[in-house]
């Protein structure tokens, strides 16, 4: 019997919806699977309200922990031949509960020598955030052997009005009646049925060499050049304000909530200003770094850590 172990956290449901339809073509006679909802103590808001969903920007890019439950002793007391790991990104990082999940002794204990899939489901951008979490799951002596993204395919203005839409008001409908529906398409969704045949031929040979590279054949991912150079400026950027904002006080704080306000302004700056300034020079910059692209799709593809 094979033991599989799907380890995720999600607000919407969206995320399990895609690792239901990942597991369909998996879960059957010779494959037990096993389900683990990272918890938090003390959950967070779905739809959000405006200030609660910035104000939870330093804590989730610094990926400081916080307390979440621990799995059922179930769950703990089996050894697992596959982990599917799937989650959020938020501010451009693993969400709080998948972070501090895998910087849990739970996820030591889980994870060690394990083969590990990771499913993202977000808006756009994951790449950093990927690699925040291959730190960690090398932290935890897991093998990171298969990855999958899936992304809102609109262009990057619209998906930011239309992820805002969903967040704020918990309806992944159409905004105005206008524009296309949030997050993850319905057909990408349903589609991930095809991601479970590669994924079940390595777990039942115990062979994971090739998975990523027949994972990506059948689209498991897409890695957008200027998005790529956009997430790692973001970034630094990122790092600057949440470094600043974390010495203001404890979320919720009148001093820190002003900092917020500028860090919301800011934000908004930067994807309807700033953005499109950076496209511009990433076009006039595209032919002098061809090779460097290719270098970081190809790495970025991979399972690879650096």
């Known amino acids: 019997m094979k033991e599989i172990l799907v380890v995720y956290y999600t607000q919407s449901g969206q995320l399990f919806d895609i690792l239901e339809n990942i597991l369909s073509n998996i879960n059957s006679e010779g494959v037990n699977v096993s389900y683990h909802k990272v918890e938090p103590e003390e959950p967070y808001p779905f739809p959000w309200k405006n200030k609660r969903f910035y104000d939870a920007f330093p804590e989730s890019f610094l990926q400081i922990p916080t307390k979440i439950h621990p799995p059922k002793e179930d769950i703990l007391s089996k050894k697992y031949d596959l982990v599917l790991l799937g989650y959020q990104v938020w501010f451009l990082t693993p969400s709080p509960p998948i972070n501090s999940f895998l910087k849990s002794d739970f996820a030591k204990q889980l994870l060690k020598d394990t083969p590990v ?24 002596e897991a093998k990171l052997v298969g990855h999958i993204a899936l992304v809102d395919r609109h262009i990057n203005h619209i998906s930011v009005i239309t992820i805002s839409h969903w967040m704020f008001t918990g309806r992944k409908d159409r905004k105005w009646g206008i524009f296309p529906k949030p997050g993850v398409s319905s057909q990408d969704i349903t589609e991930a049925t095809k991601f479970g045949a590669p994924i079940k031929s390595a777990l039942l040979a115990n062979d994971y060499s090739q998975l990523q590279k027949n994972l990506l054949e059948i689209d498991a991912l897409n890695i957008n050049p200027f998005l790529v150079l956009v997430d790692k400026r973001a970034n630094v950027l990122f790092s600057k304000w949440a470094n600043l904002i974390i010495k203001k006080g404890k979320p919720g ?46 790495y970025y593809s991979s399972v690879s850590s650096k």
């Open 117 to 140: 899939i990771t499913v993202i489901a977000c808006r756009n951008m994951w790449i950093q955030a990927q690699e925040k979490t291959k730190k960690l799951l090398n932290a935890n």
């Open 253 to 298: 704080n009148p001093k820190r909530l002003k900092w917020i306000g500028l860090f919301k302004y800011y934000l908004l700056f930067a994807i309807w200003l700033i953005a499109p300034i950076v496209f511009i020079v990433f076009l006039l910059t595209y032919l002098p770094t061809t090779k460097k692209r290719n270098r970081e799709k190809k």
